[in-house]
């Protein structure tokens, strides 16, 4: 059998086939693709009773295939595909998403020719709602000049599967919230510059569902701000495990900023969230406590320069000014540490 250019791994979990369809028919429609002999998408049930038929699957021409493994998580079952695959290039998709472009496929398939690459990084539609009007909109994510290239979320990203495999990269997991930015971030960090790759054209559509908790609760990050620390922190020690220690060090101090930022917006202010705050401060104090050497061997200037970007995002995204100083806000924090 031949070897498929690009296998699209899906994690599937309560989704009924409704909700894949338009990630299989947009697949279906793709232009100046061989799908028959190049792709195939991957599914893995992570464990739901609730199974899809695979009789609806024999209407496409590409192949799919369906297994059913035991409930572990996202982050497991996008490690299970990915050993499922064969294929020279994967890319995960998330099974309520789409394909935005017919030639999403041909422009990945045009990288893939023109010398390949370790990881290609694309900018990615973004479908919201305005709560107001409850009309639908579309924004760009992940545009190199407006803002940078997204390393948040796993969309419209393509990889070289050897590549994940000599390097062992794969999905922490004990994370099953906010755990694409770990796996993005390694990858762009490990990879040779030459081996990655930018399209400013976006073909991935992450689509807008009333059931997405992390779109339209208002309490989303006070709630899993502890997962993102839980994130950072296998980050920050897979970097330091793989020898990439300047980059640990930059990144855990980013993070130190961006919870001093973070406990000074008004919604951690306010003290009907005071449960979510007394939480979340007692897990950086142990964030802080476990990476407080590196982030005291970073130089000022690097320090200023981290404090700066963080401080205009966060004041592009409404914070008016830091209730208490930096330096007040790590006494604090350090007093806890007495507790735990």
């Not at 590196?294 to 320090?303: A, G, M």
Request: charged share 25%; hydrophobic share 35%; proline share 3%.
């Amino acid at each position: 059998m031949k070897k498929r250019k690009l296998d699209i791994l899906v994690p599937h979990y309560k989704e009924d086939f409704e909700v894949i369809k338009p990630l299989l028919d947009s697949i279906n429609i793709q232009q100046n693709v061989d799908l028959a002999n190049d792709v195939g998408v991957i599914i893995v049930n992570d464990g739901d009773e609730k199974l899809l038929d695979t009789e609806l699957f024999k209407q496409y021409t590409f192949p799919i295939e369906y297994y059913v493994e035991e409930h572990r998580g996202v982050s497991a079952t996008r490690n299970a595909c990915l050993d499922h695959s064969t294929a020279d290039y994967i890319m995960w998709c998330d099974a309520d998403d789409m394909f935005c472009s017919v030639c999403a496929l041909w422009i990945i398939f045009r990288e893939i020719n023109n010398g390949g690459f370790d990881s290609l990084t694309s900018v990615f539609m973004e479908e919201s709602v305005n709560p107001q009007t409850k009309e639908h909109f579309y924004i760009n994510r992940g545009d190199i000049n407006m803002g940078g290239i997204d390393s948040t979320f796993v969309h419209g990203k393509v990889h070289n599967r050897q590549f994940l495999l000599n390097h062992k990269i794969r999905f922490n997991p004990a994370l099953t919230i906010h755990e694409d930015s770990p796996i993005n971030i390694l990858i762009q960090k490990i990879a040779r510059p030459d081996r990655m790759k930018y399209c400013p054209v976006p073909f991935y559509l992450w689509k807008w569902r009333d059931e997405s908790v992390c779109r339209h609760d208002p309490k989303y990050i006070l709630k899993t701000y502890v997962n993102m620390l839980d994130g950072n922190t296998y980050l920050v020690k897979e970097l330091l495990e793989r020898g990439h220690r300047q980059d640990a060090c930059f990144f855990a101090t980013s993070m130190i900023y961006d919870a001093y930022y973070t406990f000074n917006c008004k919604q951690w202010l306010d003290t009907n969230n005071a449960e979510y705050r007394e939480k979340t401060e007692k897990r950086f104090a142990q964030y802080y406590k476990d990476f407080k050497s590196l982030y005291e061997s970073v130089e000022e200037p690097l320090k200023i320069q981290i404090n700066a970007g963080m401080r205009n995002r966060f004041f592009q995204e409404g914070l008016m000014f830091e209730e208490v100083t930096f330096s007040s806000w790590i006494k604090h924090i350090e007093s806890l540490l007495e507790e735990i």
